[in-house]
């Protein structure tokens, strides 16, 4: 835990969240400021800072992450029609919380390249 990191926050209970679902290893709310009609993020209870920081000893709590993101996206019917998962470091691509997350985006259409 990080006392100055949002998502830990939110992990501790600190800070509300509108959880969707948690296991021991990962947590996954809505976002605040949803970009999709579907817009939740997954994070793992671990502080870890992005994807630049995963180290040997995160592959468990990665391989959670992706199971809960395929849970949600089974949850939320999108697993048929498509959804995207994301995860941003840095500033050019917009990182703004420096706790490791991935976004599913879904419940309409994607467009690609991404702004
Ligand atoms: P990123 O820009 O990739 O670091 O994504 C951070 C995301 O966290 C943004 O989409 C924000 O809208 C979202 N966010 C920030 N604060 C909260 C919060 N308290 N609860 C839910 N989502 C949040």
């Given at each position: 835990m990080s006392e100055d990191c949002l998502f830990c926050q939110i992990v501790a209970g600190k800070i509300p969240a509108d959880t969707v679902l948690e296991t021991d290893r990962i947590l996954a709310f809505r976002d605040i400021?949803?970009?999709?009609?579907v817009h939740v993020l997954v994070i793992p209870k671990?502080?870890?800072?992005?994807?630049?920081?995963?180290?040997?000893?995160?592959g468990e709590d990665l391989a959670a992450c992706f199971e809960a993101a395929r849970e949600v996206a089974r949850n939320e019917r999108l697993d048929s029609g498509g959804f995207r998962l994301v995860t941003n470091h840095g500033a050019e691509a917009g990182q703004s919380v420096f706790h490791l997350h991935f976004h599913v985006l879904g419940g309409r259409a994607m467009g690609w390249p991404p702004g």
């Open positions: 400021n949803p970009q999709a009609p671990k502080h870890i800072v992005s994807a630049m920081e995963l180290g040997d000893a995160d």
